[in-house]
Antibody, heavy 120, light 107 residues
Framework: EVQLVESGGGLVKPGGSLRLSCAAS????????MYWVRQAPGKGLEWVSC????????YYADSVKGRFTIFRDNAKNSLYLQMNSLRAEDTGVYYC???????????????WGQGTLVTV | DIQMTQSPSSLSASVGDRVTITCRAT??????LAWYQQKPGKAPKSLIY???SLQSGVPSRFSGSVSETGFTLTISSLQPEDFATYYC?????????FGGGTKVELK
């Protein structure tokens, strides 16, 4: 069974840092683009970042560019999001998600993890 | 950036009703559109990709289409488990963007 399990969320003060983790299982992690998507309380979904299979390519939403860093460890089947200079508007649930297709990304998300709450 | 506009933002319907949700993009995205369902406190779940392809395991009462007026998600006969919020997402280009969501509530 494909599983994505996020961790690392919590309460942090403005200007602080936090690192989110996403543990993947049930599929060949190194073959898929991976994503972070967030959702502010009571609001809609916002794509945050994307990383290619070998970490050669990374993409960020303008709202987090220069503050957040996405990276992965294929040997550990893990995805990460390093969040620095956190702001109140970064508060929300952060979801880890996988691309639907192996190797050549389609840039839509399936499946999703259960999410981890970040409160700034 | 491509903006996605969903309508309505909410609707009330009864079990058995036909429900239609619309999504429009500010520029041509061809058929690079996905639909998701999200229930309270849960992660989103994919329903439709490539505008009209049903994701594996999704009931056939869900369908997607494209027209001159935009993209449409249709639930042919609303079931109790379908009360949720629905989002569209374009994957034509970065930044990937979502519509604002449509909450489907019980009338």
């Amino acid at each position: 069974e494909v599983q994505l399990v996020e961790s690392g969320g919590g309460l942090v003060k403005p200007g602080g840092s936090l690192r989110l983790s996403c543990a993947a299982s049930g599929f060949i992690f190194s073959s898929y683009y991976m994503y972070w998507v967030r959702q502010a309380p009571g609001k809609g979904l916002e794509w945050v970042s994307c990383i290619s299979t070998s970490s050669s390519y990374t993409y960020y939403a303008d709202s987090v560019k220069g503050r957040f860093t996405i990276f992965r460890d294929n040997a550990k089947n893990s995805l990460y999001l390093q969040m620095n200079s956190l702001r109140a508007e970064d508060t929300g649930v952060y979801y880890c998600a996988r691309d639907r297709r192996q190797y050549q990304p389609e840039n839509w998300f399936d499946p999703w993890g259960q999410g981890t709450l970040v409160t700034v | 950036d491509i903006q996605m506009t969903q309508s309505p933002s909410s609707l009330s319907a009864s079990v058995g009703d036909r429900v239609t949700i619309t999504c429009r993009a500010t520029q041509d995205i061809s058929s690079w559109l996905a639909w998701y369902q999200q229930k309270p406190g849960k992660a989103p779940k994919s329903l439709i990709y490539a505008a009209s392809s049903l994701q594996s395991g999704v009931p056939s009462r869900f369908s997607g289409s494209v027209s001159e007026t935009g993209f449409t998600l249709t639930i042919s006969s609303l079931q109790p488990e379908d009360f949720a919020t629905y989002y569209c997402q374009q994957y034509h280009s970065y930044p990937l963007t979502f519509g604002g969501g449509t909450k489907v509530e019980l009338k």
